[in-house]
Structures are given as structure tokens and as C-alpha cells.
């Protein structure tokens, strides 16, 4: 197979089955969704088995636990598809909205409708639940996409695919509104990312190197993140017991994904005694502390952290931890060395929470709260497409709104510029 020739098909088909998605009815789209879901249901057995091969490459591979984690299916994953495509059809529709309209001075009334992307192309790594959640969105949206996942996914994304291109023929609706590519040839990465033709926006979902790749050698717009590295900080006069269950979910409730806390800060007066609860915690999860001085005095088990830590993105069971003189130098510390994806504060002082939410500049900002809420589905979007720490379009979990545009729509009754 000529991977350009196969990839140039691909998106004439996708651009192609964007004017019917553009055009088509809310009702229509949901019944889509619905479909799909139909398909995921009764094909569970097949999913699964797929996903076994996968697994089972991975593990000769040598791939690590974080790896194989975002890879594995169960049935309560299968049940999370299932359910993310009936949330996403049940939202209101995002595109075809006109809102802002107002009347000039010349007579005209000028508005803006919320219209779609076009054809959005996805790159991801290891998750295949990832191919349903693009999917819906997209549809939802009124976009189609091309899917690019991982090698290490190949057999399972092309069973959740299968069920897909289903669900979008019962439904009456063009079964290249979302196509999976179907090799492993890196070759094809290279041509999505450069056919400005039929691609109109790039999502990167990976790892630092794949998303420093696509930054660099896109012709297309990209909406991206490069890490994430996470923090939480607890400060003077927190509630000690939520400060402990907060830290503790946010680093353990799964250590590889994006918005997992990497490194812990405390404010001096408060941690020796927050420390105490949350250090045999960790220690008894298998976390490795790395810390700074007074972090190892407090917790003589802990390593002592270079300064590679405080930018590390480990997708593992590892954190940093560092005591700071209070909230300014906390604020410093997550500003310089934070990746501006997911950042919170354990707090009862409202004029402390105010400032952390005003000047860390991230792209999700917390109060007493887990970092690992940071996600479209948790933030009521249904599900998300990624997380974008760019500052233009799209900021935060991209959801619905995030894969639509706006145009200036004018209503006149015959006037004419003088």
C-alpha cells in the first residue's frame, strides 16, 4: 500500500462527508451516537478479544504498567464508551446557535453562528477508548475525523472502528465521517498533518514527543498540550484531612494520565503535620518521594529531588515534594515550572484562593478539589477531544465548543454603505 496515495483518499473522503455532517440534523447525529453505541454493545466479546492481542504485543514488547494501563479494556471501560456516547447525544447542539447579534447604526443587525471545524484529524497513543470519545464528539459536532492511534492499538481500534462505520450506516449517515487509518506506517502521520487540503485542525493526544513532532512539522493548525505537570499545594490553615484525601486521589487514582499531580508544595507551617498523614499513604501505595531537604528530614524515606524533578511529567508512581515560605512562593514555583495544564489549592482562606486562581495561569485552576477532575467528561462536556494549554480557541478540556468556529452572520433590509 502507498501510504500518500491511502492517506490522500482518506481525506478527499472526510472532506467529502464534512458538507453532509455540516448539513445534517441534530437528530440525525444523535441517532448516530445511538447507533454506535448499539454496535459497542454487541460486540463487546469481539472488542475485548482484539484488545487481547494488543495487550499481549505490549507485554512482549516490554511496554510499560502506565502503557499497558491506557491500553486495557474491561467490560466497566466498554460500559464508559457506551455511556460517553449517550451523554454527548443527550447535550444540546452546538453548532447553528446564532447569539451576539446587534443592531448598527447603518440598520444592520450583526450576529455570530457557531459552525463546525471541517475534518479534524486525530493522533493519539495507547488509549483506544480515546476512538470512541473523538468519534461522538466529532459527530456530535457536525465534523468528520480521521483517526490515527497507536501501533500498540492497532487490533482494538480497528474492532471499536468496525462498530463505528455500523453505527453511522444504520443511522443513514456517511461511514467516512470517521475513519481509522488502518496502518502503522509512520509515514502516514507525516501525510495527516500536511494535507492542509482536506485537514482543517490537528490534535495531538501523546506523549511529549509525538506532540514536539507534530508542532513542529504541521501545515495545519494544531490544538495541543506537551505535559502535564500537575500541582498541589496545601496551604497555611488547610483542612489537613481534605488536604490528605486530595493529594493522596490526585496522584494515585491513576498515575498515567495528564492530569495526575506530579509534585506536592506545602506551606512550611502546615507540613510536618500534613506530611504525617499523607507520607504513609504514599509509602504504602508504592509512591517514591523525591523531596527537597526539609521535605527528607520530615519523611527519612524520601530521595532528595534534583531539580529534573520539579519538571518532571513521571506517569508513574513517583512525586515530588517541595516546602515553601507560603502562597507567593508557591505561585512562583507552579508558574515556572508547571506545564499550565491542571493546578490546585487546598485552602479555607478565601482572598488565598482568589490570588492562586488569578495568577497561576493554567489552563484548569482548583479549589479544594483533585487535579484528576481536570476532563471534559467531569466538567460536563460530555467527554473531550484533549486538552489544550494554548491560549487561543480552545483552553482546557476541548470539548463540543471547542470543535466548532464562529462566522459573522449580517441581516439587512436592503441597506447599502454610503
Known sequence: ????????????????????????????????LLCIAQRIDQQRELILAANEKDLAAAKSQGLDAAMCDRLALNAGRIDGMIANLEQVASLPDPIGATDQVRTMPSGIRVGKMRVPLGVVGIIYESRPNVTVEASSLCIKSGNSTILRGGSESIHSNGAIARCIEAGLADAGMPETAVQVVNTTDRAAVGALITMDKFVDVIVPRGGKGLIERITAEARIPVIKHLDGVCHVFIDAGADLSMANAIAVNAKTHRYGTCNTMETLLLDRSVAADALALIGPELQSKGVEVRGCSETCRILNWAVVATEADWYAEYLAPILAVRIVAGLAEAIDHINAYGSHHTDAIVTNNHAHAEQFMREVDSSSVMVNASTRFADGFEYGLGAEIGISTDKIH?????????????????FGTGQVRS
Do not use: F, I
Open 1 to 32: 500500500m502507498d501510504v500518500s496515495d491511502y492517506m490522500l483518499g482518506l481525506g478527499q473522503q472526510a472532506k467529502r462527508a464534512a458538507r453532509v455532517l455540516a448539513l445534517s440534523s441534530l437528530s440525525q447525529r444523535n441517532h448516530a
Open 394 to 410: 480552545a483552553r482546557g478540556p476541548v470539548g463540543l465548543e471547542g470543535l466548532t468556529s464562529q462566522k459573522y452572520v449580517v
